[in-house]
């Protein structure tokens, strides 16, 4: 098998690739209700996290580490940093997440009242039945995995 970059290239045609940019951008049957309410617990989120976040860092400046071991400051201080880090960076994106669906319940609101989109649910089509795999026949190898096509596994010697 050939290395590079031809892996990461798309295996879709750019029709089909156009086709289902148009389709992602179908907003009809995203309900605004659904997407408001849903923005408006990830806002909370980050509001809780924010929170956790200046409470961390006051508890962090009020409780200075008092050790002459040089090496448990640095632990210390590498372990304050990571937990900052972490809370600050969880609450940003939450915020960020929770902004980008209540605008996009906003948008699909304003769509329905102007009569552009329709809020009730897409249909898929019945007929189609979804088709489980068998989990444990791919893990024992008995049936060969959507990557190694043919079944072969040049790992197994």
């Known amino acids: 098998k050939k290395l590079g970059l031809d892996g990461l290239r798309p295996s879709k045609t750019e029709e089909e690739q156009q086709a289902a940019i148009e389709e992602a951008r179908n907003l009809n049957g995203v309900n605004p209700v659904v997407a408001i309410t849903g923005s408006l617990f990830a806002l909370a989120a980050a509001a ?5 976040t200046s409470f961390l860092g006051e508890f962090f400046a009020l409780h200075p580490v008092e050790s002459d071991v040089y090496f448990i400051q640095r632990v210390t201080g590498v372990f304050r940093n990571v937990v900052m880090g972490l809370s600050s960076l969880a609450s940003g994106f939450f915020g ?47 049936k060969p995995g959507r990557r190694g096509g043919g079944g072969s596994n040049p790992f197994d010697n």
């Open 96 to 142: 960020v997440t929770g902004l980008g669906i209540f605008l996009l319940g906003v948008r699909v609101a304003y769509g329905v009242v102007k009569g552009e989109l329709d809020p009730t649910p897409l249909q898929k089509n019945k007929d189609a039945a979804p088709v489980l795999p068998n989990a444990w026949d791919l893990m024992t190898g008995k």
């Open 48 to 52: 809780g996290l924010w929170y956790l």
